[in-house]
């Protein structure tokens, strides 16, 4: 049998395989959503609290959809971390993770709907939890998966219940409760590989005092990540770019225009270098005629130049970089309750983590204009004729013949070490609180009084330590550099007459020591690496309390039954503060943070109309101490209404908003890089007059308009800061559903949503802002073109970038289908024993995702359904699922597990950029996972283990439009096949 044939049988038994599992897994859902009423084949149901309302109900019909995962699913899975699961729901797109190594702070976050990190609110048994940073988002590391119940989650607005950043909803880890005995587990996974090893130990004990009043519940987790370099598996190793190659798109090997040996451009280009004949002599004379604006590199003298060639003279960098971060995290914590009376309960939760992430970069890249000296001993004499030509030749009368020269340059310090930085985030949660029965006031209003008021107080400090950073200024004396005369002391850019070797060469402003700098070639010295690189620390600090006292019951009855209520108050202060290094490349050294309070007053009612109709009704005043903020209400309504025993409809509207955070309104300046296209890099720029023309206009020398010199790396800097007149967001959020429940053993549920975020706040993509200015506006007086700040040589880095400041001028829509299914059935006549197989799915259509990031120009919208890359960030497909097939015989269970994820095609061709066809990778196909997962009981042990990704697939490639490793890892398995194994003892 040939390769064709084999992989053509393996895709057909993929797609059978992952058609049958997916469609048997809408007959049920592993992530049973809430719903349903009773009937004679289905028990009562108990009365809870489910997330989205504060008031009990007798069943599970809340009007909102409502996603659950179980503690099962986290063994199931194999996780040791929260976010492994959450990012495979089909509400859910991948935040970062243990795969986000660039631009990373170490964390692990989730992000509902695709409407970004900072719009979902994580909260613990109902309650707000610690937040890391001043974006004032929850790092899931910080949470003892171990210790978990069940997740619930609500995707659209929940203001009205939860306030301020529950804009895309609620995700709400509920903990076990009264636990008692021991449970220790230990888990350890490594891939196909041999490599990316995980070490998981968790142990719960608790136990009943004085009298089963009490209950205590301490536990500890210990958790550790080995890393894995990119260059481990091969479609890592090199970074890949597009590319087009005999008139054919392709991917080649590229990386960065910052190199070892230096690259040197900035030079004059056509008219401008014929007006300077004595330059082009030099350069005919070095062999460089004819060079673009990707200038020219050296060889490793440093003395023979050649010109710099695009991609393939790029640095790769992949190697250095983790595939896999390492990570190590320690968690202590415990809760204790207390009945003080019959009806009076006091409670209390503590936790405190230690988190350790580190993350490796390749050595670090230099970029910019910097003066040379037209003489120095470490240039070849026809390198020093080219730069005393420029010298020469310059237009300013000021700085001609003075010695000194401006070239760009981008050079990669290789004889230095990678940069490393290592993450430590302590963060710690105290909660202490009361709640219980009041009574009732009277026989028929407010009965069935139930109180909670607690506090709680959390947080964060980070630190984080950084090896092998370049200072900026020591590196920017070292190259600038004089001849002294050993005798009289003079300095001079010109070699003095009569001493030896024209003198000694020495830095032109020697404040504190200085190291001469010889960057042409990689013949940098030991002690000039000593002197450019440095350790540097910053620190972050993020403090939140929460002061909430909750009134629910009943406040009197109706012919269909009791109207239920809750009623409370609440106050919080979020504050942060942020010290960053000072002196590294891009550093700003600038403090910056700040904080707020809010008092805020909130209730809900839910009303039976009639026999098994139901209205509700949620409102919250807030007052910010925020002048643009000030007070604002959120507000919400629905329905449910189960018309027969097995079927129940529901509805419901929000209106909710999200304050900005501390991040949005006072982070300090400071520089970024981001995956971007410059317009003026392409190759229709020369050709298209008005884009020529704005780009000569914005700082681009006009013969290098359209050459890929003006671009020499895939990412751009960029310049963003907070804005402290930020307003707050606005979302409406529709949703309609049914959930169906023929049997206590079948479910179906189909629910549509609908949501809509004006006035949001946007740290625009540097590729938007180009967009705007070159594509869009074409105005160099605009404030997108004037948010262009560009080096001499019509490049954009450092000093300069592009400003994204955050601003309220966003908008965001949304909308789609989830649908979930869920069946049991008994196969104990056919298996034998107690036997049960059981099969659930969920899966989501994603009908629209609109990105505007000025709102108030229609014509900007970016369709994001069914897309990825520079605009639209992770892939968004149109169809996502998941489903799991268990089987339970007696102590044995195994289960498979199903993750689908659907076609996504590059925005640059669903914007209209680019067509298909010249992109080597226009489409990611859609992708098929499958795990498994098996365990026995064997008291008081249980024995687990399991492959994930069992079919090995590869992670698809992609070029320029990437988020890291040639992919987007957070979503495309990257590592390969997992196996992992452990036990669990219960005393």
Known sequence: ?????????????????????????????????????????????????????????????????????????????????????????????????????????????????????????????????????????????????????????????????????????????????????????????????????????????????????????????????????????????????????????????????????????????????????????????????????????????????????????????????????????????????????????????????????????????VGGSYRFQVNSPYLSPGLQNLLRALDDTETSAATRGDGFTTLSIGRRISEGRVRTSQFERNAWRLVGGLRGDIGSASDSFLTDLKFDAYYSYARTRNVTNSEGVILQAAFTQGVTTVFRNPTTGATSPFPFAGVANGGELVCENPANGCVPLNIFGPNISDAGIGFITGRTTSSQEAKMQVATGVITGKLFELPAGPVGFAAGVEWRDVSAFFIPSQGGVGDTGQISGGGYSIKELFGEVRVPVFDGFELNGAFRYSDYSLRNVGGVWTYGGGATWQIIPELMVRGQYQRAVRAPSVDELYRAQSGISEAATDPCALPTAATNATIQALCVATGVPSAAVGNSGIQPSFQLRGIVGGNPDLEEETTDTFTLGAVFRPTSRMSFTVDYYNISIKDAIFRAPLNSVLDLCYNVFQDATSFYCQSVARLPDGTIGNPGGVSAPFDNIGAIKTDGVDVSAAYTFDVSTLLGGDSKFSIAGSVNWLNKFELNPVAAISSLVNACQGAFGLTCGEPLPEWKGTARATLNVDDFTASIRYRYQGKVTDDRVTRGLLTASQLAVPVIKPEHYFDLSLSYDIKPLTLFGGVVNIFNNKQPLIGSSQEQLNTFPSTYDPLGVRFYFGATLKL
Do not use: W
Not at 134 to 141: E, F, I, Y
Not at 182 to 196: F, M, P, R, S
Not at 353 to 362: G, P, R, S
């Open 1 to 365: 049998m040939n390769n064709t044939a084999r992989t053509n049988i393996r895709t057909r038994f993929l797609t059978t395989a992952a058609s049958t599992l997916l469609v048997a897994g809408l007959t049920t859902p592993v992530y049973a959503q809430s719903g349903g009423g009773t009937s004679e084949s289905q028990p009562d149901e108990p009365v809870i609290v489910v997330t989205g309302s504060r008031i009990a109900s007798a069943a599970l019909t809340a009007p909102n959809p409502i996603s659950q995962v179980s503690s099962e699913e986290f063994t199931l899975s194999s996780s040791a971390t929260v976010e492994n699961v959450l990012n495979t729901l089909p509400q859910v797109v991948p935040g970062e993770s243990g795969f986000t190594n660039n631009e990373s702070s170490g964390v692990a976050t989730v992000n509902l709907r695709g409407l970004g990190e900072q719009r979902n609110l994580i909260l613990v048994n109902g309650r707000r939890y610690i937040f890391f940073d001043a974006r004032q988002v929850t790092d899931l590391n910080t949470i003892p998966t171990a210790l978990v119940d069940r997740v619930e989650l609500v995707t659209g607005g929940s203001s009205a219940v939860y306030g301020s950043d529950a804009i895309s909803g609620v995700v709400n880890f509920v903990l076990k409760n009264n636990f008692q005995g021991l449970e220790a587990t230990a888990q350890y996974d490594i891939t196909g590989h041999g490599d990316g090893a995980k070490l998981n130990l968790d142990v719960i004990v608790g136990g009943n005092f004085a009298e089963d009043r009490g209950n205590a519940t301490f536990y500890v987790n210990y958790f550790k990540r080995d890393p894995t370099m990119a260059d481990a598996r091969a479609r890592s190793t090199c970074f890949l770019e597009d590319a087009v190659v005999a008139g054919s798109p392709t991917l080649q090997c590229g990386g960065s225009a910052g190199i070892p040996n230096g690259r040197f451009a900035g030079l004059p280009l056509g008219a401008q270098l014929a007006a300077r004949p004595q330059v082009g002599a030099a350069l005919d004379a070095l062999g460089l005629t004819g060079i673009d604006a990707n200038g020219f590199k050296l060889d490793d003298t440093g003395a023979i130049p050649s010109r710099f060639v695009v991609p393939g003279d790029r640095y790769n960098f992949n190697p250095d970089n983790y595939l896999q971060l390492p990570q190590e995290r320690r968690i202590l914590g415990g809760m204790v309750n207390y009945h003080i009376t019959d009806s009076v309960e006091a409670y209390m939760e503590g936790i405190y983590t230690n988190n350790i992430v580190e993350t490796q970069y390749a050595a670090t890249p």
